[in-house]
């Protein structure tokens, strides 16, 4: 068979069932072998940076799953590198395959001729273009033992046309994935952070994304509820434990944060970090702060990510369930001996201070105040919804106010954060979970950045709800501008020709994102938030596309963070909670 086909049979037995790509003529030769096959679903992007988000997304949905995008020579392949950073980002496996001119004009300045594998290097965990066609299958065989295989990750094949279309010998039948690596705690190791754990008198544990992405949440919720220590989960471990759950402190950090989880932070006294990497968003950068008086134990599956960001009191390189597995053991010992301590006065303290330190969510104000969108979103959006956003003030902003109950429902891209993310990510998470409520949140300008992609739910039939929040204005880098005395180069807003009675507003988005074959809804009262939400949904189950529900916001809203980077010192710009009404959604709402 040629080449290309044996890639795709690879592709078959490592489980990949779909793909997202654009063909072109140097990476034809494995679309029809991807035709020929069978068997592996493709969704046809409208531009390929689209198509790696959308691998991104399926990725990020079940565990197990490995998103493939497919592009041709040249810009395909550059395009395609914002995804692997922001996978690489997150230690999410993607596989890019890249078509290629042929090897004997690679290097002669070639159409479309560009040497995509050295510049996908600093963002992959390999990257190779495969000069012998024999090599092809052992090329995809290693790739997906390196994206499994310890810190998950991307990895870029280039398939030069000529090598695509070679015959090769290959026998799909006996084909093995090679076995994967992931390093594991020892008994020693746990013990010896359990001993650090007892001598603490106000533990917690900071839960991160390496939980998620070992499908370890339940073993976390297991030893924190053994050893009834509060959890703060980070943006990325989000829904590793619910957030109405008893031992749920709160996340921490200077932008995403909630006001109960920094201040329970700054009152411990012991941090064991899993599956977490310190990243400065929830650190602050004032890590003297963030560390002063607190003994840290810090498990990571990347030996090198190990005091990296500060040098912890003991450090273990472990594949978070792993550790947790022998976590759960030792303590489940240590209660049975009477040996752990009675931890309910300090888990008591952290969520009195749930129930009283919140930021005020109701608001009648007209233009809406962007606090009574996620309101009436947690109104009409239950625990089962996967939530998926990237970044901007309506991210940060729903981080503060929503709520997440369960792993994978918060799809964020955490380290990257690249504008116009959203929307072919959210296509990702539908196609990936077809029966899932998929509730995608986006300032203006992450919307209109890759709008296109919406045609491709229409295309595909992919619904989903997309929460956007207009006030046609770069809000994050107004707000982060503000420290520089300027407003330059942050206002969107013009008058359209064309649709006069949206004001200074600018974009017509409903008429856009109708001309891509989906619905909208525009709403600008907040009674009218809820019904548009529940109407949304409607539209979404009866048609199959993406339906649009944007919120008209008043153009200038500062959201609490922090402008000193410190986790100690952030800025209440609205007014706070101080009765019931005031945060009617909360978890635990004012009495």
């Known amino acids: 068979m040629t080449a290309a086909r044996a890639a795709v049979e690879i592709l078959k037995r490592e489980g990949v069932t779909n793909a997202f790509g654009v063909p072109g003529a140097a990476i034809n030769p494995f679309y029809k072998a991807l035709q020929q096959g069978g068997g592996i679903d493709h969704t046809l992007a409208r531009h390929v940076e689209g198509a790696s988000h959308m691998a991104e997304g399926y990725t990020r949905t079940h565990p197990g799953n490995i998103g493939v995008c497919i592009g041709t020579s040249g810009p395909a392949g550059t395009?395609?590198?914002?995804?692997?950073?922001?996978?690489?980002?997150?230690?999410?496996?993607?596989?890019?395959?890249?078509?290629?001119?042929?090897?004997?004009?690679?290097?002669?300045?070639?159409?479309?001729?560009?040497?995509?594998?050295?510049?996908?290097?600093?963002?992959?965990?390999?990257?190779?273009?495969?000069?012998?066609?024999?090599?092809?299958?052992?090329?995809?065989?290693?790739?997906?033992?390196?994206?499994?295989?310890?810190?998950?990750?991307?990895?870029?094949?280039?398939?030069?046309?000529?090598?695509?279309?070679?015959?090769?010998?290959?026998?799909?039948?006996?084909?093995?994935?090679?076995?994967?690596?992931?390093?594991?705690?020892?008994?020693?190791?746990?013990?010896?952070?359990?001993?650090?754990?007892?001598?603490?008198?106000?533990?917690?544990?900071?839960?991160?994304?390496?939980?998620?992405?070992?499908?370890?949440?339940?073993?976390?919720?297991?030893?924190?509820?053994?050893?009834?220590?509060?959890?703060?989960?980070?943006?990325?471990?989000?829904?590793?434990?619910?957030?109405?759950?008893?031992?749920?402190?709160?996340?921490?950090?200077?932008?995403?944060?909630?006001?109960?989880?920094?201040?329970?932070?700054?009152?411990?006294?012991?941090?064991?970090?899993?599956?977490?990497?310190?990243?400065?968003r929830h650190t602050g950068y004032k890590l003297d702060v963030y560390t002063r008086g607190r003994t840290f134990v810090h498990v990571d599956i990347e030996p090198t990510q190990i005091g990296k960001i500060f040098a912890p009191d003991y450090g273990i390189a472990s594949d978070a369930k792993a550790a947790l597995e022998l976590f759960v053991e030792v303590a489940r010992e240590l209660k049975a001996a009477g040996k752990l301590p009675d931890r309910s006065a300090w888990v008591a303290s952290t969520q009195e201070r749930k129930a009283t330190l919140l930021r005020r969510t109701h608001f009648d104000d007209v233009p809406l105040k962007p606090q009574r969108v996620y309101e009436e979103m947690n109104r009409a959006f239950g625990p089962e919804t996967r939530y998926v956003t990237t970044i901007g003030l309506s991210q940060i902003a729903g981080a503060q106010m929503l709520h997440v109950y369960k792993p994978r429902h918060w799809i964020n891209c955490g380290q990257a954060g690249p504008l116009g993310w959203t929307i072919p990510a959210a296509l990702g998470v539908a196609k990936a979970d077809p029966e899932a409520q998929v509730v995608a949140l986006s300032g203006d300008y992450d919307f209109q950045f890759m709008i296109e992609e919406l045609a491709v739910g229409a295309q595909?039939?992919?619904?989903?709800?997309?929460?956007?929040?207009?006030?046609?204005?770069?809000?994050?880098?107004?707000?982060?501008?503000?420290?520089?005395?300027?407003?330059?180069?942050?206002?969107?807003?013009?008058?359209?020709?064309?649709?006069?009675?949206?004001?200074?507003?600018?974009?017509?988005?409903?008429?856009?994102?109708?001309?891509?074959?989906?619905?909208?809804?525009?709403?600008?009262?907040?009674?009218?938030?809820?019904?548009?939400?529940?109407e949304a949904k409607k539209l979404a189950a009866e048609y199959r596309v993406p339906v649009v529900v944007e919120a008209i916001l008043e153009r200038v809203t500062n959201i609490s963070m922090s402008r000193t980077m410190d986790i100690s010192d952030i800025t209440e710009w609205e007014e706070l909670a101080t009765e019931p009404g005031h945060a009617p959604t909360a978890v635990r709402p004012l009495a």
């Open 79 to 280: 395009d395609m590198i914002t995804g692997l950073y922001s996978a690489i980002g997150d230690s999410i496996p993607i596989l890019c395959i890249t078509g290629q001119a042929p090897t004997s004009v690679i290097h002669k300045e070639d159409f479309q001729a560009v040497d995509i594998a050295s510049i996908a290097k600093p963002v992959t965990k390999a990257a190779t273009t495969v000069l012998e066609a024999a090599q092809v299958p052992g090329v995809f065989q290693q790739a997906f033992h390196l994206m499994r295989s310890g810190r998950p990750g991307p990895v870029l094949i280039d398939l030069p046309i000529d090598v695509q279309l070679t015959e090769i010998e290959f026998d799909p039948d006996t084909y093995e994935p090679l076995p994967v690596y992931k390093p594991a705690a020892t008994r020693a190791q746990i013990e010896k952070a359990l001993s650090l754990f007892l001598e603490s008198e106000r533990p917690v544990i900071v839960a991160g994304g390496g939980i998620i992405s070992a499908d370890a949440s339940d073993l976390l919720v297991e030893f924190a509820e053994l050893t009834n220590t509060p959890v703060i989960p980070t943006l990325m471990g989000w829904g590793t434990l619910p957030d109405d759950h008893g031992l749920n402190a709160g996340m921490v950090g200077v932008q995403t944060s909630h006001r109960y989880g920094n201040a329970n932070f700054l009152e411990s006294d012991f941090v064991l970090g899993i599956g977490n990497r310190w990243a400065n």
């Open 460 to 534: 595909h039939r992919i619904p989903y709800v997309h929460v956007l929040v207009n006030n046609s204005y770069l809000g994050l880098i107004r707000q982060a501008q503000a420290g520089l005395d300027i407003n330059f180069q942050v206002n969107l807003e013009f008058e359209n020709l064309n649709s006069p009675e949206l004001g200074v507003y600018g974009v017509d988005h409903v008429k856009v994102v109708e001309g891509l074959g989906c619905k909208a809804i525009r709403v600008t009262e907040p009674d009218q938030l809820l019904p548009a939400f529940e």
